[in-house]
């Protein structure tokens, strides 16, 4: 079986950070509009969990291309079998 790649393992990670960093500028935004601290942690962990969802939705949607079909086709028919 072939070992998945450095990027396939570190997408899970992309999106997790780019779902932070989005949600810190929405809790910093509504923060310096409120002055609130829980308010604007109430905001960052909806827009965490909001963006999370939203980008593996749209990671669901991406067809695969021909390398993944074939990876994808190997994992499922392995060789010894």
Known sequence: MAK??????T???ELLVLSG???VFTGLIVLMSTRDIVLSLI????????VLV???MLVLAVRPDGE?????????HPEGH
């Open 4 to 9: 998945p790649s450095r990027k396939d393992r």
């Open 11 to 13: 997408k899970p990670v």
């Open 21 to 23: 960093v989005m949600a």
């Open 43 to 50: 905001f960052l962990g909806i827009a965490f969990i909001v």
């Open 54 to 56: 939203v980008l593996a």
């Open 68 to 76: 993944e079909l074939t990876d994808l086709d190997e994992q499922d």
